[in-house]
């Protein structure tokens, strides 16, 4: 068995959001087939792990073993250190259903209010976002590979970019996610360095 991928080959994602799909097929360059879950009517497993590895791998084995074809997931996150790593693997439950992340962050800076009161001094603001990408082929091997960002939690600022952009603030900016250009933010993301290290790792 190969573990490398071969370009033009076709590769599940493992995610019933047509739009991730779309942003997998990007970042590999268009070098790949890419064929959503979703849209092969896959089920979609429960995320029981702990882990962001935990379940990109998960994900990915789930879709590799039921598609019988090599698979590919991600799971991301922002954690922040004062709040033992919360949101974490939770970071889109935080959200509610609704996907409200104004209410996500006040809920963050109300924790924190209590958290630094409780720290003190060991009190930091310090934060950082992570993409576990997980490729796995349908007789179970699986390969995993994370990419990290760190810096600070600041008031909301900006309106670029989605989820817990606007409280991020990468370290050596002055500007948070949600303020910079989409594209400079692509190039240094959690996900773009996660799939440095995939291709470097698997691309022939
Ligand atoms: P998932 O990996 O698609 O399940 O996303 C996990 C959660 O983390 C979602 O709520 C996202 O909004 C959040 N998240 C992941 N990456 C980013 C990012 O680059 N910016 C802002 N929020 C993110």
């Given at each position: ?103 996500a962050a006040e809920v963050i800076w109300h924790k924190l209010d209590t958290a630094r009161a409780a720290q003190g001094e060991a009190f930091t603001t310090t934060a950082w976002f992570t993409c576990a990408l997980a490729v796995a082929w349908p007789e179970g091997h699986a390969c995993v590979f994370e990419g990290r960002i760190d810096g600070q939690i ?51």
């Open positions: 068995m190969s573990l490398s991928l071969i370009p033009g080959q076709k590769l599940i994602a493992a995610t019933h959001n047509p739009g991730k799909a779309v942003e997998i097929a990007a970042l590999l360059e268009g070098r790949f087939e890419i064929v959503a879950a979703g849209s092969l009517g896959l089920p979609e497993p429960e995320e029981t792990e702990t882990t962001f590895v935990g379940n990109a791998i998960l994900k990915a084995r789930h879709a590799a073993m039921r598609a019988g074809m090599v698979a590919l997931a991600d799971d991301s996150g922002l954690s922040i250190a004062a709040l033992n790593g919360d949101p974490g693997v939770y970071s889109a439950r935080w959200a509610g259903p609704a996907k409200d992340f104004v209410r600041v008031k909301p600022r900006g309106n670029r970019g989605f989820g817990y952009d606007p409280v991020f603030q990468p370290e050596g900016y002055d500007v948070t996610f949600a303020e910079m250009d989409p594209d400079a933010k692509d190039s240094i993301s959690h996900r773009r360095r996660a799939f440095a290290q995939l291709k470097a790792a698997l691309l022939a």
